[in-house]
């Protein structure tokens, strides 16, 4: 049985109007994720209150010599330590998640994400009003308790910032689940050399993927529709402005789902080497 299996999953439609089938991150996915954060995060605190001590009696001595107010000085090093640990507390979790992709270091080994209710990547806003709100979510395991009790897994602070934890693509999770025609075959080379598949998130691909694999089910308006206006939003992804040479969307689609493939099987090689 696949490891993806012991997980339960959720349905969700994105922008593009592909419904999508995530397994969630669970329980215990999310409480090692969590752990490994906290232990980063204590020596960041740790480097942060080191210097702030060795710090605060350089400047008190300056000031005294200058003829300062302790007591003032003393209460604006009480109030500038609160803040630091406020700011470096939410901001960790915040910029991680934001510029990792939905990822903190924690969630990379955890092989888990956040993404927004549609699938989309979280931005600043999403995560910064998580972390704001982990403090209550840890208060007496509410957030636990929100986990386990609703069929989403979500704590307090992902239904108030509108957001999933799911289990991350993988490179095993990116592997063909059907055969490409020769013309997607031949449209991935041409869109290997005209652009750069860096930009694209294992969630635009997994949005792709569904299209390809149910597209043989949908009326032929309904599939030409959905393909047109899936084919725009990843062209602006990759920051194309125009294809390599004509093609239909559905080719051209077909070419980013193995040029993408290509590409990640280039970058695992060039680690290797």
Known sequence: ??????FREIAIQTPEGVEINLPLAGIGSRAYALMMDY?????????YLLIWSLLTPRVNDALE????????????AIA????????LFVGYFAIAEAWGQGQTPGKKLAQIRVIRDDGRPVGIFQSTTRSLLRPIDDTLFIGFLFIVLNKQEKRLGD???????????????????????????AAAKALL?????APMLPDDFATIREYLRRRGSMAKDARLSLSKRLGEEVKAILQLEQLPYDMSADIFLEGVYVGYQTSQDDDEYQISA
């Not at 010599?65 to 604006?76: I, Q």
């Not at 108030?160 to 059907?178: I, S």
């Not at 050399?193 to 598949?197: E, G, I, P, R």
């Open 1 to 6: 049985m696949s490891a993806k299996k012991l």
């Open 39 to 47: 232990m980063l995060l204590a020596l960041l605190l740790g480097g």
């Open 65 to 76: 010599a200058l003829g300062g107010n302790y007591s003032e000085l003393f209460n604006w």
């Open 80 to 87: 500038l330590l609160i803040l630091g640990i406020f700011f």
């Open 159 to 185: 239904f108030v910032a509108g957001t999933l934890v799911v289990q991350a693509e993988t490179g095993d999770n990116n592997r063909a689940k059907f055969d490409a025609s020769d013309e997607g075959k």
């Open 193 to 197: 050399q005209a652009t750069s598949f």
